[in-house]
């Protein structure tokens, strides 16, 4: 019986293990994604699936047709140029999408034994399948629209909606082994609480991908030798998006403040110092953007580490509503553990 048990909870250790995992090669998807986006390499493989008809791509023009401008050009306009480093930024970030689709259906196979013991684990699973192929094919309409905004922002949140179904699975699979003090009577201004700082976060984050619209077309008004002024010619969007930023920080403050009322100890507190630790680097990037002439390498990381934070107050709200974060027998334990 005690190796039975034993096996199974190793099994369930190794499950936990490889949600996590998916989770973070998620996460370095989304920061590839926003490498591609701030160093203009959208486009450095102008087919799909393929990348310049081949399935390794070159390494010089010399490797490509003669031609290869006009076989490429009408799509984007006669507006073809290899470039070895941009293709191979866009390349690595398509085959850092195949190793997510491969991780996430290696959770959900994984996550079979659930369907007895706990059902949304294997459900959240499924989910997190379905989307991260969804966001595949929405990879392809991408290229194929010639990086139309509407359809990178899309992209974007569908890859959001994959994160956090998969925090779904991790939290729901380990929370029976962590310290959450069931909540008391300030729960429910606590869980309204941050539903509206998730929601508002999105909200930024969309706002935020206006925001780079806006940019990219300053950009091709004034040209790179501009740079300085980049951030002068931007319209109202880029203003709100920068205010708003404080009033985001404020309801993370309310939020860190109510939790730690809540937990001294465990998992929380961990994770309020996570989240005001994000967000003051993204606010830290964000005037870094505003105020340096928008370096490249800042782009990718502000979304980063957006996306991080939306992750870990998605985490907060799930562990502060024991019905989604664990199994009744879960739940039992948590009983036990605060009378």
């Known amino acids: 019986m005690t190796s039975s048990s034993n096996l199974t909870n190793n099994r369930e250790r190794q499950f936990r293990s490889l949600a996590l995992l998916t989770v973070i090669i998620v996460y370095l998807l989304v920061l590839a994604g926003g490498i591609v986006r701030g160093t203009g390499s959208g486009m450095g493989c102008p087919d799909w699936p393929k990348c310049f008809g081949q399935w390794i791509p070159p390494t010089d023009a010399s490797q490509l047709p003669a031609n290869y401008q ?92 994959v994160v956090f179904a998969l925090l779904f699975v991790y939290v729901r699979a ?95 507190p961990s994770l309020t110092i996570l989240l005001i630790l994000t967000v003051l680097a993204e606010i830290g990037t964000g005037a870094i953007m505003g105020y340096f002439e928008v370096p490249a390498a800042a782009q990718p990381i502000h979304l980063f580490l957006a996306i991080i934070m939306i992750g870990v107050q998605f985490m907060i709200w799930l562990l502060i509503n024991p019905a989604l974060s664990s199994s009744k027998l879960a739940i039992h334990k948590l009983s036990l553990q605060t009378t």
């Open 174 to 268: 380990s929370a029976a082994n962590w310290q959450i003090p069931l909540p008391g009577a300030g729960k429910k201004s606590l869980n309204g609480l941050v539903v509206v700082t998730i929601i508002l976060s999105l909200g930024q984050v969309l706002l935020g991908t206006q925001v780079r619209e806006a940019l990219d077309e300053v950009v091709k008004q004034l040209g790179y030798n501009q740079r300085a002024e980049w951030i002068n010619n931007l319209d109202w969007r880029f203003y709100i998006h920068r205010s708003f930023s404080l009033i985001v920080f404020g309801l993370h403050v309310a939020v860190i403040s109510k939790v730690r009322s809540i937990s001294k100890a465990g998992v929380l």
């Open 70 to 161: 006009q076989l490429y050009g009408a799509k984007l306009k006669g507006e073809v140029e290899f470039n070895a480093v941009k293709t191979w930024i866009e390349y690595v970030n398509r085959l850092l999408g195949v190793l997510s689709g491969l991780f996430v259906f290696a959770t959900l196979v994984a996550s079979f034994p659930y369907l007895r013991k706990d059902k949304p684990v294997f459900w959240g699973s499924v989910a997190a399948f379905l989307l991260i192929g969804l966001n595949g094919w929405l990879g392809s309409r991408v290229v194929a629209t010639e990086l139309a905004h509407y359809m990178i922002t899309l992209h974007l949140f569908l890859a959001v909606l």
